[in-house]
C-alpha cells in the first residue's frame, strides 16, 4: 500500500533562517507530487506540484522553492524565512492517468516563524 | 478563473442533528469532485464524484453531484462529536482547486 511521510512534524525557526521540509512517498512510482499551505482558518493553497523528476510548476510568487530530486521526494525550502510564511504544510501525492484524481495527504509540517 | 466555494464557511449543531455541506464550483474540463474531512492534521479523503445523481454512501456521510446546476452536496446524518472538522471540497482542474472548507462543530 502507499504511504506518505513528511517531516518535520513540527517546526519554529526565526525570521530570516532557511527552511527544509521533506516528503516521500512509499507504494507506487512517478506519482504526482504537491506541495500546499494552509493558514490559520482557511482553505488549502497550492504551493507547487511536480510531475517527475526535475519538474516543478510554481502557482504562486513567494519566499519558498520546491525541488524533486527522486522520483518519489519531494522537498520545499527558502533561504530567508518570513513571518507570513507560517502556516501548516502539507505534501500530497496523486497517481497518473483517468481516475487518479484524488490526492493522499502526508500528516503535514506545523511550521512557526517567529 | 476556475473557483470552488463552499457554504456555510462554519456550522454548530448539536448532536443527533443532520447537517448539509455544499460545494459549488465554475471549472473548465470538469472531471470530479472531492470531499475531504481534516480533523487536526491531514485531510483524509471521504468520496469522489464523477456523475450526476449517483449518490455515494459511507455510514451515516453521504454525497451527491449536479453536473447541471455545478454543485455537490455533503450531508452527515445523526451527527456525533466525532464529525467536528473541516470539510473541504476540491476540485480537479488544470490543478486540483480546493474550497475554502466548512468548519463543523457538533455540540454534544
Redesign the interface.
Known sequence: SQTIHQWPATLVQPVGSPLSLECTVEGTSNPNLYWYRQAAGRGLQLLFYSVGIGQISSEVPQNLSASRPQDRQFILSSKKLLLSDSGFYLCAWSGRGRGSSEQFFGPGTRLTVL | EDKVVQSPLSLVVHEGDTVTLNCSYEVTNF??L?W?KQEK?????LF?LTSSGIEKKSGRLSSILDKKELFSILNITATQTGDSAVY?C?V?AS???????T?LSIRP
Not at chain 2, 41 to 45: N, V
Open positions: 472531471r470530479s472531492l475531504y492534521k491531514a485531510p483524509t479523503f469522489m473541504l476540491a480537479p490543478k486540483i482547486i480546493f474550497g475554502s472548507g468548519r
